[in-house]
């Protein structure tokens, strides 16, 4: 054995004094994010107990700039747990928001019903827990000229698409344009890749009024704009029917993964209610076209409210949840860290000469 | 005790002693912690914290105490030879060829006998011990008959009714065009080599042609605009649960072996080495969809008895 | 008292001679000889959390309705081992701590194994007269990494029951014998007859472990009968051994060890999650989730069948898949072959047949270090095959590139990494003072304006002033010189 001269006790002490250091930042990580939701980074609950108040749409104001419409953000009001029509205020705004920057996510439209409300007065349009409200014809007026300021250098005038550039719009439904506007995705930002989730260009009204606009124009087809009322959902039923139709995609966490053709299948962490519904029914970009006759209202329901309710507060009783990535996540951090620190010990306890 | 050999490396060795001694007194104060945190039902994470601070408390005083205040040494011992001597060895050989050498040429017969007696002792010992595990595999490359114990049957014959896996027969307007959904004959919901993927890829009536996206000389084992095929991927037996609508692709999730629905399930990438095999399917006049027969092959990963 | 007991000892078991030859046996104190400390230690978690575990589960694949306390699986049919995986993480206390320990505890027993194999490899430590050891070593790394994935099969979940999906196309797979071999196994066509997760189980507890800890005893034995290697170094030979003694100093440190590994391994049970099997589900046969992949330890099987070419060979009315034959049975089958050979080609290669108990400097045997560099690189390359697709999505990649990537980097990287490590040895040695820290040179101007350059002072801790080890003694605390006269012991002067 080398007898290695007699350094200072501090300098000895070097090695675990890093290696508790590190345990104890591993330790605060854990505990700071907390057990029952470790990674994800939204939070709902919050934004989704408050209902927003209206807000007076100019149509002469028609793009709004993503800078501008954090002025709106401070008409949302808290009035009590009222439901929110279509999830406005929920995670719409959120994505790729970091926690305590200002929510772009405005607005919104209590001229529609609640879905409590729609549930009281058991409209027609209630099927298995979705409800389907008709969207005001005042709508459709400001929702041409966002429409035509906004998505019809791409999409036509009458978007009815260009060749090579845009697809069609009549026919998809006021449900397949909010889907791929209140998630961000349209207007694109890169044309040649799929498009990808951020911060929606336009407000919940905003969004709303394309979609009213370009519904008009075929009256009654394509997907429309769902309610889901996630209360009564069997969430054990929409756990089997998620593994069974999605988690070959999105994989069994949510989490979404690479697909072939340079596409992908996106996280499902951010996505609200009404989107998911949207992405369902209508079947955006590679995703299959899950129709009433395939998946039936009510699994839907079941569906969405596993998603919300399961998928984007997993129970991470564990600590945390290493990106719900399975094995290669369990597999660097085994490695690393459990194998790592041990060497670290090694290190301490032997010589190294 | 001037000897360097047995100082403690420690330059101040009743600070180490305390440091040593406080390091394993916070690990005691972990393991209590411990036991408070299980009796107040504290979470995972507390029982972790309370048990890891005991255990590296503990264990940095006791490595502390090991490293620098133990005499240190350098301590030295010598190695002995493994060998025996020249004698020894001499002597061992002579046993075994010597004593043994002789006894085994008088009584050739005998060691022969006990040989194979004790090589039908492994064969009959074995016989059991690996026949019992289970069914052995039918030759029969008829596709009817029991899934349990052949790799070359489905329960898929003419007239089977397409349900869902809870029993929902699937009627021909269930799905949209982009659609998918994975079936059953009926009464075998959830079986293994049973699972068939329905895609539908065109809204054709019942007098339209044929949709031409199958392989050449299979357009009638769809029917307006519907084709399945067999779940099971060709190379390792994964569901094929992955379907690109845009790009027409079934996908293993597994192994991301690609098949192109519009050629007929050939694999267009990876390691599955043939196509998924097809379900002829048709609909009845209630607008049912039933199986028009049974797959032509054996579903799944090869085998060496498949043809 | 303490003379008296172990006086009632060595009456009947004669245990003071050799007793004392084992508590003065010295181990020498490198760092790198305790990584095989890690896996022993991990080996033991895994034994006490191992038997925790049995008490609450119930290897079965009988069907019963989950009444537990995780929400989204109530009222759902699951079998009995998934149902009680389950409970026990959510209704047996401290359950969920054992169950993770346990699994971190394997992942990091195989990891340290291959640490330690690593640093045997490239010290030639393997050598005579130690070639059982390597063998017995390689043999106990194919058991853990077996009994690894079928403790990882136990609980029925969806992303287990996927991989013995996978287990039986493999067993298939195999020419001649595999469709029979699948048949015994699994009790019949997949999913078989409900058997398979008793079979894995009575070999996950008690088949595979007691061979371990047979193979371990091995190990360990010949490890203390043949004595550990050193390197080379001031008073150290071929003939000597030069460090602490077993009892008290390795003890101490090594205890201190075994508690720290406990430490590591039970702070990432409790805070970092490890396959949660709630989350993933009950296996159902038509079911999967994207991103699947095995323990990491399996990785490097998975990502040789991802990359793997469709070469399937059909002839005289049968069929090879060598598409999965050549990857998940044939590939670690040579891998294994060649490791435990290895010693045996090296020696007849080298023609080198003597005993060696000091170690080599891996740049000193540039080929041997070459070669493992090249196997690191195939091994560590169908590695991250395995997560082409988590890779890709991370990275934003088309997927098909990252598979083409890997496609030619596992065949082409390891013949790159020979050379260049290769290269690398050889300028290493020739190059002098490599290794050592570098001294400062302290230039100095003279009041003539003369420059002179002097190193600078050796910093304390660098300079080897190595004193000369003596054999262990042993002290009597006592001032009757005639107990001083026993073999090798020597009085305290007070």
Known sequence: MARISRRSIAARMAAPTALVGAVAIFGLVAFSSGPAQADTTTTTTASTATTPAPVAVDPTTVATPPGDVTATTDTTSTTGPTPTPYGVGATAGSPGAQPGSVQAEPSAVTALPSAEATAKAAAPSNQGGIYYPALPAAYIAPGQALFAANCSSCHGAEANGKDGVAPNLQRLGAGTVDFWVSTGRMPLANTSAQAIRKPPRFNRTQTLQIAAWVQSLTPGEGTQIPLVKTSGADLEQGNTLFTLNCAACHTISGAGDALMEGAYAPSLHLATTTQIVEAIRSGPGNMPHFGVGNIPNSEARDITAYVTEVLQHPNNSGGVGLGGIGPVGEGFVGLLIGVGLLMLVCFWIGDRS | ?307 | MIDKTLNWFDDRLGTAKGGRSFLDKIFPDHWSFMLGEIALYSFIILLGTGVFLTLYYVPSAHEIVYHGSYVPLRGQNVSEAYGSTVGLSFDVRSGLLMRQAHHWAADIFLGAIAVHMARVFFTGAFRKPREFNWIVGVIMLILGILNGFLGYSLPDDLVSGTGIRIAFSIVESIPVVGSYLAFFLFGGNFPGSGVIIPRFYVIHVLIIPAILVGLLAAHLGLLIKQKHTQFPGKGRTEKNVVGSPMFPNFIAKTTGFLFMSFAVIFLLGGFAQINAIWQFGQYQPFQISYAVQPDWYMGWLDGAARIMPAWEWVGWGHTIPLEIFLPAVIFPGLIFNILIVWPFIESIWTKDHEYHNLLDRPRDRPKRTAAGAAMLTLLFGVFFASSTDVMANFFQLPLMDVLWFFRFFVPLAPIVAYFLTFKICNEMRVAEGIGKRKRALIVERSTEGEYTTTEAPVRPGDGHEEIDAIPVPTFIDTTDPSLATAAGVRRVIR
């Open chain 2, 1 to 307: 005790m001037d000897d360097p050999h047995l100082q403690p490396l420690a330059k101040n060795p009743k600070r180490m002693e305390a440091i040593a001694a406080l390091s394993m007194v916070v690990g005691m104060a972990g393991f209590v912690a411990f036991i408070f945190a299980y009796w107040v039902n504290a979470s995972t994470q507390w029982e972790a914290l309370t048990l890891g601070i005991g255990m590296a408390g503990l264990g940095a005083g006791t490595i502390a105490w090991g490293k620098y205040l133990m005499p240190p040494g350098p301590f030295v011992e010598e190695r002995h030879d493994f060998h025996s001597t020249d004698d020894e060895r001499t002597a061992m050989n002579a046993a075994i060829t010597g004593r043994g050498g002789i006894e085994v040429k008088r009584r050739k017969m005998l060691l022969g006998i006990f040989a194979v007696g004790g090589g039908i002792m492994t064969l009959a010992l074995l016989i059991p011990g690996v026949r019992s595990l289970g069914p052995k595999p039918a030759k029969s490359e008829d596709t009817q008959g029991s899934t349990e114990d052949s790799l070359f049957t489905t329960n898929w014959k003419k007239g089977s009714k397409l349900v869902t896996v809870g029993g929902r027969p699937v009627k021909v307007d269930d799905l949209d065009v982009g659609g998918v959904l994975t079936v059953f004959p009926q009464g075998f919901e959830g079986s293994s080599p049973d699972q068939v993927i329905l895609l539908r890829l065109a809204d054709l009536g019942p007098n339209d042609p044929p949709y031409p996206l199958s392989s050449p000389g299979r357009t009638e084992w769809g029917v307006q605009g519907y084709v399945a095929y067999s779940k099971l991927c060709t190379h390792l037996g994964c569901p094929v649960g992955l379907y690109q609508q845009k790009t027409q692709q079934l996908v293993c999730p597994c192994h991301q072996s690609i098949f192109d629905v519009n050629a007929g399930c050939i694999p267009q990438f990876g390691p599955a080495p043939r196509p998924l095999p097809q379900l002829p399917i048709t609909v009845d006049p209630t607008g049912q969809m039933r199986a028009n027969g049974s797959f032509d092959q054996a579903v799944g990963p090869g085998f060496w008895e498949r043809p």
